[in-house]
């Protein structure tokens, strides 16, 4: 049986299939992936959370290569009044990781305060090998849905830990309008 589509080239009945070919490549080839245009309130909740990001990674990058879990949690501490504006009216928290992902401190303090190990998650491994920022979705234990943003930390070309900010959807939506496909969608590398 003949392949018909290289039939056409090799006997020069085929002439149109290069050009559609070089087209196809030209238009696939010139397309890139750009996040979709945001709704006002994801627009000001990426904004709030990078600054909130930015700052955090200020202030921990000293105490986190150091590994000095008191002054860790002093820098969270320090930094809630900046958190604090990018959620007022939601419960949040701040975590910061070493690079394998176990807990060295967390603001505020919600739970039993014992050490935790994340570094099976996706969203931790992800954001330690991408050295990028990445979100993700969690479910709760009750089945409410938690959003995560997760910041490494480099000093050098090196993840050095990471710092993660969580926000109930629920409050995130009520704050901001924000739906999980939204979320889910934001590019907070740009």
């Given amino acids: 049986m003949r392949n018909l589509w290289w039939s056409g080239f090799s006997e020069g009945k085929g002439r149109l299939w290069p050009a559609l070919l070089l087209g ?14 945001l709704s006002p ?5 990426k904004q709030e959370v990078k600054k909130c990001l930015d700052n955090l990674t200020a202030s921990l990058m000293a105490p986190v290569a150091k590994k000095d879990v008191p002054a860790i949690t002093a820098a969270l501490e320090k930094a809630e009044s900046p958190a604090v504006k990018l959620c007022r009216l939601c419960p949040f928290e701040i975590g910061v990781l070493n690079p394998s992902g176990e807990t060295l401190a967390v603001f505020p303090c919600k739970g039993d305060g014992k050490t935790k190990n994340f570094s099976s998650y996706d ?6 090998k991408s050295k990028k920022i990445q979100q993700q979705r969690f479910f ?10 997760c910041a490494p930390l480099i000093s050098q070309e090196t993840v050095i830990g990471l710092v993660a900010v ?3 959807s629920k409050d995130a939506e009520q704050r901001w309008g924000l739906k999980e ?4 969608a934001l590019d907070f590398n740009t």
Avoid: H, N
């Fill in 24 to 37: 196809a490549v030209i238009v696939l080839g010139g397309c890139q992936a750009r996040e979709a245009p």
């Fill in 166 to 168: 969580a926000i109930s």
């Fill in 123 to 128: 969203l931790i491994i992800k954001a330690a």
């Fill in 181 to 184: 496909k939204e979320f889910l």
């Fill in 41 to 45: 309130g994801a627009a000001t909740f």
């Fill in 140 to 149: 709760l234990q009750d089945g409410s849905q938690l959003y995560m943003v």
